[in-house]
């Protein structure tokens, strides 16, 4: 592999709509930070962007439903997601954010150089207008009935009941979320990248000069390309987001997907003015960090983009991650499905690290992996705490109890010593590799594997048992005990930041070179290291529990929730027209299922007036054995309709609720048949 001269490291920029949850930490945030902190440990010229995405519809609905401006929504949340970034320690050399004026400066630029090198298409096409709102309509703005599940709410881009992936056009009966009304279609000019037009350049990019991206990322990118990509629309009808730098363009923006991107070039440019080094010298190697949803703007778009533009490198690497699941179900914002960052800060304070940790090891690299508080605990109790801590607790321990704190000199070896100082450098090898090839999870178990070496050391040599008798034995133990420790203290930094900076306290050392970081002496003799304390604390049984209720809580929530919201109330009639209705109480005779039917039920009705027939749609509700002599309200002058040849005079009335739920409208104390309901 090349060897680069810096590095350029941007992570997905976050929509500021909501607050960070685990499943954008172990997708994105948490590999990038290792990879990053690594880096710098190596001594590379190095550069972390991200910001928050500030832009979109996403923004515009927020406010909204909220009734307030999408600038107050987005600085609610760039402040809330930055503070969180920081307490969890993501190492970002900048934290920008889409709204700030270099970044429109930047985006309208980009935009502009394409516009005069005649690279876009200017097309006029039919889009949703909604005319009371005075507008056009984004996806998001438009719901109607999904033409695949009957689901009355689906938008316009997707079915979140059945999942399907919806153009506007394609639902039934559409109305504007805004107005409520039915929108219309309505000509508007927009303007977009012909991405047919780059498909050569792509191919040859990606088919050919790519084949080492992880093969989610290929894959996915392969796929596209096979399927033929269209031309994509760079500008939208909205009044939030980068105005269109071009006259006649009043009310159109630019497109999100178009714009966000460019948010990392406008970062770098507000970071330091050297940034072109960073996004225009083939010397530099930049890395996308991201989700697998975000695979292909990344992968082909922003890169055409770039490519069209002419001065700018190419993305060397995207090693898009999988999504993580919780309690084997999908993370969901909208059903407040999730871990939040900002939550897990208060509930967990100082343990930053262990949901590092168990993020890491959980990440879903490959395929679509599960976090469950369960795993969650006995991660901590038995690999940090266990492990990792109860070598560094000994360790310190006994030093301090045998040689007041300072660092014994070595003896002569044994077998078992040598063994193990030999180690210690192929397991640096060996998480160094991982690391560069971006396998986190196995990085992470060669930096415990050390700690497991220096765990299985001293239980092997058990010095607190020989002491007395062989003292000088327990010197070389010690000492070596300790340069696994001091190696730990950096091997473990990438991941584990926060405990390293604990355990270089404990060690009382700094600044150890990487390249150092498993020599034999990494600490000398004599010297006096730190008083120690616990690296890690066990979790309990109660912490996690209050977790697992808060989510059923949350899970029984969203099960109300996804129930149809109440009907709203239909247009008002006069009292005329209620007093028409005659209905009266009833008694129901007999009850019995109408044949070849599923949900109709044949009721003989005693009305008080006569005995009737009423054919009612309850079947599946009710059996109709546990109907006989109840006691209901009925519609006694509805039109007689035939209904699978059966006569039926008039009809019952039912209560039902948002779940569909039914119950019958019947008198709360025995009163005569025909009794008028008023």
Known sequence: MKDFKRHLITSALPYANGPIHIGHLAGVYVPSDIYTRYLRLRGRDVIHICG????????TIKARQEGVTPRQIVDRYHEMNKSSFEKFG????????????IHYETASEIFRTLYDKGEFIEKTTPQYYDEEAGVFLADRYIQGTCPHCDNENAFGDQCEKCGSSLNATDLINPRSTISGSKPVMKETKHWFLPLDKYEPFLKKWILEGKKHWKPNVYGQCK????????????????DWGVPVPLENAEGKVLYVWFDAPIGYISATRELTENWEKYWKDGETRMVHFIGKDNIVFHCIVFPSM???????ILPDNVPANEFLNLENDKISTSRNWAVWLHEYLEDFPGKQDVLRYVLCANAPETKDNDFTWKDFQARNNNELVAIYGNFINRAIVLTHKYFQGRVPGRGELSDLDREVLAAMPEIRKKLEESIEQFRFREALKEAMNMARLGNKYLADTEPWKIFKSEPERVKTIMNIALQISASLSLLTEPFLPFAAARLKKFLNISNILWDHATDKDIVAEGHMIGSGGLLFEKISDEETGRQVNKLLATREQNENKTLSPMMQAKDSINYDEFSLMDIRTGTIIEAEKVAKTKKLLKLTIDTGIDTRTVVSGIAEYFDPASLTGKQISVLVNLEAKKIRGIESRGMILMAEDPGGKLVFVSPTENIANGSVVK
């Open 306 to 312: 770039l490519n069209a533009e002419g001065s700018y």
């Open 52 to 59: 928050s995405d500030e832009h979109g519809v996403p923004i």
């Open 223 to 238: 796929s596209w390309l096979d399927q033929g990509l269209q031309p994509r629309a760079v500008s939208r009808d909205l």
């Open 90 to 101: 993501i190492s970002f050399d900048i934290y920008s954010r889409t709204s700030n004026a």
